[in-house]
């Protein structure tokens, strides 16, 4: 039986590993152009199906979407693969432009539409914004709880006086904070230094770890004059300095690995699953890649292992 943490201080538990489907699904017109599927490039639905089984056959049932990706097109795919399953879903929506709260109830019922269910597991606020009033939104989070709508409440980005704003506004109607989603990797340690790790530890809210390989930096494919597809290639650690700091990162986790017969993007993962309440939610094109994921539940590094890491990575810490 895999491994199970409970959200917070709420009732929703999942696996140890989720799964991100930013780039399952259909996308149209200009959400072609979306940075996730230019960066990533895009799945068919036979991949999709056969990623969605091999995490379920993994014991890995927590899903990531969010109503932005592919216009609602992930959520739709997500939906259809999960109905009748027993899955747990994670969605997001983001506020108009002009930072309206209260479209809020307009979004969750287009999501409940499209993922095809009577309640959410985690519904989270995608993006922070000073236009956005995040008191008011959480009390319009408090009453979809108690309309049964969704079951745990999440945010997405926020910054640690962000979190502890929604924190408090959610505890003054008995409500927890879930989790915040942020991104997350031995590439990009911020959260260790800018208070959200702290902040979540303090206060019982899961850190959910999007982005945890690195867009794939940790698995060491792109170490051989290969570059990555899309817009990735521009951006760090595929250019620059960064991208010639790589290469020793990548050869201790090829090093620590070979100990255990994983991979070096296992361990990266594994790195995550070592710390207390942090839920990793890697992507997946295929069942291949799946499965790498899931194998990072089957083994554990020793404290050495993991300070060697801690030390290797210190300058992504700034």
């Given at each position: 039986?895999?491994?199970?943490?409970?959200?917070?201080?709420?009732?929703?538990?999942?696996?140890?590993?989720?799964?991100?489907?930013?780039?399952?699904?259909?996308?149209?017109?200009?959400?072609?152009?979306?940075?996730?599927?230019?960066?990533?490039?895009?799945?068919?639905?036979?991949?999709?199906?056969?990623?969605?089984?091999?995490?379920?056959?993994?014991?890995?049932?927590?899903?990531?979407?969010?109503?932005?990706?592919?216009?609602?097109?992930?959520?739709?795919?997500?939906?259809?693969?999960?109905?009748?399953?027993?899955?747990?879903?994670?969605?997001?929506?983001?506020?108009?432009?002009?930072?309206?709260?209260?479209?809020?109830?307009?979004?969750?019922?287009?999501?409940?539409?499209?993922?095809?269910?009577?309640?959410?597991?985690?519904?989270?606020?995608?993006?922070?914004?000073?236009?956005?009033?995040?008191?008011?939104?959480?009390?319009?989070?408090?009453?979809?709880?108690?309309?049964?709508?969704?079951?745990?409440?999440?945010?997405s980005n926020y910054?640690?006086?962000?979190?502890?704003?929604?924190?408090?506004?959610?505890?003054?109607?008995?409500?927890?904070?879930?989790?915040?989603?942020?991104?997350?990797?031995?590439?990009?340690?911020?959260?260790?230094?800018?208070?959200?790790?702290?902040?979540?530890?303090?206060?019982?809210?899961?850190?959910?770890?999007?982005?945890?390989?690195?867009?794939?930096?940790?698995?060491?494919?792109?170490?051989?004059?290969?570059?990555?597809?899309?817009?990735?290639?521009?951006?760090?650690?595929?250019?620059?300095?960064?991208?010639?700091?790589?290469?020793?990162?990548?050869?201790?986790?090829?090093?620590?690995?070979?100990?255990?017969?994983?991979?070096p993007g296992q361990?990266?993962?594994?790195?995550?699953?070592?710390?207390?309440?942090?839920?990793?939610?890697?992507?997946?094109?295929?069942?291949?890649?799946?499965?790498?994921?899931?194998?990072?539940?089957?083994?554990?590094?020793?404290?050495?292992?993991?300070?060697?890491?801690?030390?290797?990575?210190?300058?992504?810490?700034?």
């Amino acid at each position: 039986m895999a491994e199970t943490v409970t959200l917070g201080g709420t009732e929703v538990r999942v696996p140890r590993l989720g799964l991100g489907v930013m780039i399952w699904g259909e996308a149209s017109g200009a959400q072609r152009l979306m940075p996730a599927k230019s960066s990533y490039g895009g799945t068919n639905a036979a991949d999709e199906q056969a990623a969605f089984d091999a995490s379920l056959a993994a014991e890995i049932n927590f899903f990531d979407t969010a109503a932005m990706y592919s216009a609602g097109g992930s959520e739709r795919r997500l939906g259809k693969l999960a109905e009748g399953k027993d899955v747990v879903i994670a969605t997001k929506f983001p506020p108009t432009p002009f930072g309206h709260t209260q479209d809020l109830p307009n979004a969750l019922q287009a999501s409940l539409s499209n993922l095809r269910r009577s309640s959410i597991d985690l519904y989270q606020h995608h993006f922070p914004s000073r236009r956005v009033d995040t008191p008011a939104l959480m009390e319009l989070m408090a009453d979809a709880v108690e309309a049964g709508k969704i079951k745990a409440v999440g945010v997405s980005n926020y910054s640690a006086a962000q979190m502890r704003t929604a924190y408090e506004a959610l505890a003054r109607r008995g409500i927890p904070l879930a989790s915040n989603q942020v991104q997350y990797s031995l590439l990009h340690r911020q959260p260790e230094t800018d208070g959200v790790l702290d902040t979540c530890r303090e206060l019982g809210i899961t850190l959910i770890a999007y982005q945890p390989l690195a867009s794939g930096a940790l698995t060491g494919k792109y170490l051989d004059g290969s570059r990555p597809t899309g817009i990735r290639r521009f951006r760090e650690p595929f250019r620059g300095s960064k991208f010639h700091a790589l290469r020793p990162v990548v050869t201790l986790l090829r090093l620590i690995g070979d100990r255990y017969g994983k991979t070096p993007g296992q361990v990266a993962l594994r790195w995550l699953l070592e710390q207390e309440n942090v839920v990793p939610i890697p992507g997946a094109k295929n069942a291949d890649q799946a499965r790498h994921n899931a194998g990072a539940l089957s083994f554990t590094l020793t404290p050495d292992e993991v300070t060697y890491l801690n030390e290797a990575t210190e300058t992504w810490r700034e």
